[in-house]
Nanobody
């Protein structure tokens, strides 16, 4: 079975950093587009960053690209999202997801077939 397990969330003060992890099982990272999304209370789920698991190319949401970095550890089948200088507006549940490589880099929720369970990030002011 294809599964994604997100972890690393928590409570942090504004200006702090967190690194989220997403461990994949049942597939190889180089077979999928790997994405991070977030959903704040009362808001729609939005894309944060994604990576082509085959060639490593990345895409970031414009509003976040100065503060987040996506990376991967292929042998560990894990992708990461490093988030720096966190702000209260970053409070959300963060999800990792996987889409077929043929979809290309992007944040269309409909093309992501597999989703992790989410990890809560809370940023206090």
């Amino acid at each position: 079975d294809v599964q994604l397990q997100a972890s690393g969330g928590g409570e942090v003060q504004a200006g702090g950093s967190l690194r989220l992890s997403c461990e994949a099982s049942g597939f190889a990272l180089d077979s999928f587009i790997l994405g991070w999304f977030r959903q704040a209370p009362g808001k729609e789920r939005e894309g944060v960053s994604c990576m082509d698991g085959y060639d490593g190319k990345t895409l970031y949401a414009d509003s976040l690209k100065s503060r987040v970095t996506i990376s991967r550890d292929a042998p560990k089948k894990t992708i990461y999202l490093q988030m720096n200088n966190l702000e209260p507006d970053d409070t959300a549940v963060y999800y990792c997801a996987a889409a077929p490589l043929s979809m290309g880099l992007g944040f269309d929720l409909r093309v992501y077939d597999y989703w992790g369970q989410g990890t809560q990030v809370t940023v206090s002011s």
